[in-house]
């Protein structure tokens, strides 16, 4: 690999800012000082961007305990976005879906494209586990009526699985992740969601990451979401 492209891919900039850092004798590799941008970089290279040690990441993997009044976004004008959470340097970076800016929970980030589309893929069916709480009592007969087929006007969902933890709150899990879709799936029974968050998304869990925390998955992680 070029090492401009290994640098640029690192997230220390554009093709042209890689080179003005490489130009200015900041990177040494094995202890020599390269100043050629096509110099041909090896993983097994020890490689120092001034004093720091630079190593090559593919893909990253990341698990955000999302705080509420934050956006699943790369920027935006009015609210914080979650990349401010979020301990990297890379910029390719995107989180997997969204989740509304009034929820907290459990978002992936990743720069694996492939993964992304894989799992937001409506073939796919990953399951969302949210925890609901509500304005009103949960009807007695809401478990039967989410476990079918729900007719939210512009789509129709797959069959949920409602878990009724009190009068007014209960985890649902879904297999898709419409616009407000839990939000709309609760008003259908007469309910009006007061608190939102997911803590569930496919294998992955929140474990004891609180609130605007952030980890790595770790390789089985990895490997579990490959294989789904």
Known sequence: MRLDKFLADMSFGTRKEVKEIIKKKRVQINGNIITK???KVSLDDEIYVDDDLIEYVEYEYIVLNKPQDYVCALEDRYYPVIMELVDTIRKDLVP???LDVDTEGLILITNDGQMN???LSPKSHVDKTYYVEVDAPIPADAQEIF???MDLDDFIT???KLEVLSETSANLTISEGK???VKRMFEKVGCTVTYLRRDKFGPLTLGDLEL???RYLTEDEISTLQNL
């Open 37 to 39: 941008a096509d110099y």
């Open 96 to 98: 997997v879906g969204r």
């Open 147 to 149: 476990s079918q087929p």
């Open 117 to 119: 589309h894989k799992l």
């Open 158 to 160: 797959q069959p949920a």
């Open 179 to 181: 616009f407000h879709q």
């Open 212 to 214: 605007g925390e952030s």
